[in-house]
């Protein structure tokens, strides 16, 4: 397929840009660390996003959704970044919306409706340790009765503290390091034996470390088939992994629009600074790389809606790319601020912030190098 947006999708990325610059722009997201907000997010501007169909763009329209897919997502997705907007819509519209096409029909006859009105938020709990290492899953699932009691801690949960329901993969055979063995679970809020530790990130959003202790499940609760939770998982994952790549690339692109302007206005002996050939050649470095990365997400969005068996590299690709160009966009951006880069009053060092910890949820550019690396065979 052809690596540009069609004119339908087109006119959803204009839709998503004049809302998400209108509703949530980054002053939304300073105002709501200012107050010192524990949520984490906005739930009247949730309920604005359901309103706008973005909490069901993965959902069919048999479901009540807009049977739209992930370049879609993609789109809004990216707006959110640019505008550095606090919002459930990764893991819920996005994560946990993949992870639910692979469980029962009760799963999705009941979440789907209140997602897609914006009434309920989902977490994914799959990360333990301080890297992202799914296959390293060591928390337990022991069958009791016709369930199961789940124990162990998970970590970098975001909005787990809130979230009315948590996509956990759990442990119900082999050992930490195996694919094989693991199972995804469906809990809901409030369950006996759950206790969440939410902490504020660099960028102030808001992530639980999460604790369970013999949470009882019933068997109904399993996404997929006991054992068998490595193929919804990787759904989930490959569904995140390219909506966050999408968000990145709007951090990186929001961090070269405002550090443009900059250089356009702020002056030295009497011109302006984007007039000195050396910041000139650095934005236009920044500009193609900024270019490669987009091919990459877009590649990657457009092979996972094919089904393609080559999506799974290509979200890897489009992660790592991502990784990489954020971080040197919103370096050079704080950079060519200079001394006022460093302040609070720019909104520079928020991008940076943003990137930062969106490079590490669902796997670093190290990590997804690694595993294209590994899949190679070296």
Known sequence: MPLY????????RDSAEGFVREKAPVAHMRKLRDADDGTGYDPALWREFAEMGFTSILMSEDEGGLGLGHVEAGVVMEEIGK???????????????AALKHGGAQHRDKWYPKIAAGEAVAAIAVDEGAKHDPAATAMT????????????????????????????AARTGGSAGDADGITLFAVEKGAKGLKADPRRLADASIAARLEFDNVEV?????????DGGWGPLNALLGAGRAAASAEMLGVGQGAADITVNYLKERKQFGVPIGSFQALQHRAAHLYAELEVARAAVLKAQQLLDEGSEKAHKAVHVAKAMTGWTTTLAVQEGVQMHAGVGMTDEYDIGLYMKRGRTLAELFGDANYHADRLAREAGY
């Not at 947006?5 to 959803?12: F, I, N, W």
């Not at 009765?145 to 996509?167: E, W, Y």
């Not at 019933?218 to 997929?224: E, F, K, Q, R």
């Open 5 to 12: 947006l069609t004119e339908d999708q087109e006119m959803l």
């Open 83 to 97: 505008n550095l907007t606090p919002s459930p819509l990764l893991s819920t519209g996005i994560a946990a919306v």
């Open 141 to 168: 699932a022991a069958r009791s009765g016709n369930g199961f009691k789940l124990s162990g801690r998970k970590t970098f949960v975001t909005h787990g503290h809130v979230a009315d329901l948590l996509i956990v």
């Open 218 to 226: 019933t068997a109904d609760a399993v996404i997929g088939e006991v």
